[in-house]
């Protein structure tokens, strides 16, 4: 594999940048919903299609541009990518009509389905391979952090000032990313053509459908619970609002820690990494709600959370690279197709379980999705370990 190391971990943290401006930009919106709603005269409900119109379009858009781009220098491709996220987020920051900004978001959903899925891949092109999953710790903690950023960056802003400032906000990241981009990636040649049939071929490989499996239920599990912790900890925990802003920070301070630790873990055991990451996960929310009058407890619970959710978008995506390892790019596009459509069906859910139940019932709900994940890992992970087996000695 022709590899170069010109400015590789420049060329890693320019990537990084692009992606943390593309999830930031995709979540921020979430605590803006009512001053959008009321300035651009709809209600909250239809202001929420701001959302998942971009999920959906980074789902669809995801294998479609690997799939058209995949003749054309990585370099370029990404550069493309990150002008089409300044576009659409200079185009939301100026809507003066609802459908022009869900135009904007669509736009936005074209660019974070085809980063992720391309600048998920690069970084075994920048570094020595040795170097390798801790430069994709380095991308994928762009990604954390955007996700963990966004709510208390979102409400600070609608206490503050105009929504759409949130948008210059995510514009500034795109043009950042863009400098950086140029100044630091060398040529990516293409190295091979990703054809539609090599999307569909991914779903043979036993390992590759378990990766995807697996990548649904966590992806549903965290965002079922994720997307109301914002009102569970004012609610239920009682925390007051210069407190929930802290404890947000502590997750997202966790997730960072996380990141970084799971790059390290994952050079022992790939599968007891996610086995850990899928346990903590579903027992730090199953407890939260019993563990709500208790705030150290609970800020404890957050901190279990953040470093196990931290480091398991890393260890699903290298499970991925790994199941395809002459095929990364098109494994790696339906692996955002996949997370994109959990995400939205685990926040769906989630809010349906809230709304019949409450929170509690909705925490239970998603540690349950957690343990069915982790029970797939072992489960169904061993099962295309024999496989491979008992095809290599055919």
Known sequence: MTRTQRNGWFGVTAVAVGSFGTVLSEFLPIGLLPSISGDLGVSIGVA???????????????????????RLDRRVVLLGLSVVLVLADVVAATAVA???????????GVALGGFWAIGLG????????????????????GISLATVVSLPLGAFIAATSSWRLAFVIGA?????????????????????????????????VP????????????????????????????????ISPDLVSVALLVFGVAGIVGNFATSAALNRSLRGTLVGGGL?????????????HLPAAVFALLIVWGLAWGGLPLALQTWMVSAMPEGAEAGLAMFVTT?????????????????????????????????????????????AARGRVAVGTR
């Open 48 to 70: 929420g299609l701001m959302v998942v119109v971009t999920g959906l379009a980074a789902a669809v858009a995801a294998p479609v541009v690997t799939v058209a781009t995949s």
């Open 98 to 108: 609802f459908p022009v900004l869900l135009l904007a978001r669509i736009l936005l």
């Open 122 to 141: 690069i970084a075994p092109r920048l570094v020595a391979p040795e170097h390798t999953v801790r430069a994709a710790s380095l991308i994928t903690v």
């Open 172 to 204: 500034a990241i795109g043009v950042m990313a863009i400098v950086l981009q140029l100044s630091a990636l060398p040529a990516l040649p293409s190295q091979q053509r990703v054809r539609p049939a090599a999307l569909l071929e991914l779903f043979t």
């Open 207 to 238: 390992r590759a459908r378990v990766g995807l499996v697996v990548a649904a239920l966590l992806f549903a599990a965290q965002f079922a619970a994720y997307t109301y912790i914002s009102p569970f900890l004012g609610g239920a925990a009682r």
């Open 280 to 292: 903590a996960l579903a027992a730090s929310v199953a407890l939260l709600p019993l563990a709500a």
């Open 339 to 383: 997370i994109q459509v959990a995400l939205a069906v685990g926040s769906t859910l989630g809010g349906i379980a809230v709304s019949v139940s409450g929170l509690t019932v909705d925490f239970d709900f998603a540690a349950v999705l957690a343990l069915i994940g982790t029970a797939a890992v072992v489960v169904l992970g061993l099962r």
